[in-house]
């Protein structure tokens, strides 16, 4: 039998970690029957956000590692999602910018996102799900005006 522990329920971060688990795995699952991964959806809503950058900056955005930015740039490259051009002024920067066909997809998976938090959120009514995002954001923000949450995370 799997039964949490009574004293686990009342602890609010336990509750975040678990809900936060279970919603990362159900999209990660969605993303993987095309192949994708989170680092991908990622990559590509930065870009389609913040416009083209450099792959170090979508590393540091990001807060991955640039030798594995270099392998999800190259894997959305070669599916036609990103184009890469050498920077006229520095040959070694590299500057990605997202096509109108990652520009699609990334709207498809936002629909794959939403979909999973609809399933996720059922329990809550509208009013809940609002009161819910407003709290977490202001918890989100908290975080990252004391730097323990870096851009991306």
Same mark, same amino acid.
Do not use: C
């Given at each position: 039998?799997?039964?949490?522990?009574?004293?686990?329920?009342?602890?609010?971060?336990?509750?975040?970690?678990?809900?936060?688990? /279970?919603? +990362?795995?159900?999209?990660?699952?969605? #993303? /993987?029957?095309?192949?994708?991964?989170?680092?991908?959806?990622?990559?590509?809503?930065?870009?389609?956000?913040?416009?083209?950058?450099?792959?170090?900056?979508?590393?540091?955005?990001?807060?991955?590692?640039?030798?594995?930015? %270099?392998?999800?740039?190259?894997? $959305?490259?070669?599916?036609?999602? %990103?184009?890469?051009?050498?920077?006229?002024?520095?040959?070694?920067?590299?500057? %990605?910018?997202?096509?109108?066909?990652?520009? /699609?997809?990334?709207?498809?998976?936002?629909?794959?996102?939403?979909?999973?938090?609809?399933?996720?959120?059922?329990?809550?009514?509208?009013?809940? +799900?609002?009161?819910?995002? /407003? #709290?977490? $954001?202001?918890?989100?923000?908290? $975080?990252?005006?004391?730097?323990?949450?870096?851009?991306?995370?």
């Amino acid at each position: 039998m799997n039964e949490t522990p009574p004293s686990l329920l009342g602890m609010t971060t336990y509750l975040m970690s678990k809900t936060g688990k /279970a919603a +990362r795995g159900r999209l990660a699952d969605r #993303l /993987a029957e095309r192949g994708l991964r989170l680092w991908h959806m990622a990559v590509l809503a930065a870009l389609t956000d913040f416009g083209p950058h450099v792959q170090r900056e979508i590393a540091a955005r990001l807060s991955i590692d640039r030798s594995d930015v %270099v392998k999800i740039v190259d894997g $959305l490259g070669a599916a036609g999602l %990103v184009e890469r051009a050498r920077d006229t002024a520095d040959r070694r920067r590299v500057t %990605v910018t997202v096509t109108p066909a990652g520009r /699609a997809l990334l709207e498809d998976l936002e629909s794959e996102a939403v979909a999973v938090q609809e399933e996720l959120l059922t329990p809550l009514n509208a009013r809940e +799900r609002a009161q819910l995002t /407003a #709290l977490l $954001l202001r918890v989100h923000e908290g $975080l990252r005006e004391t730097g323990q949450v870096r851009p991306g995370r």
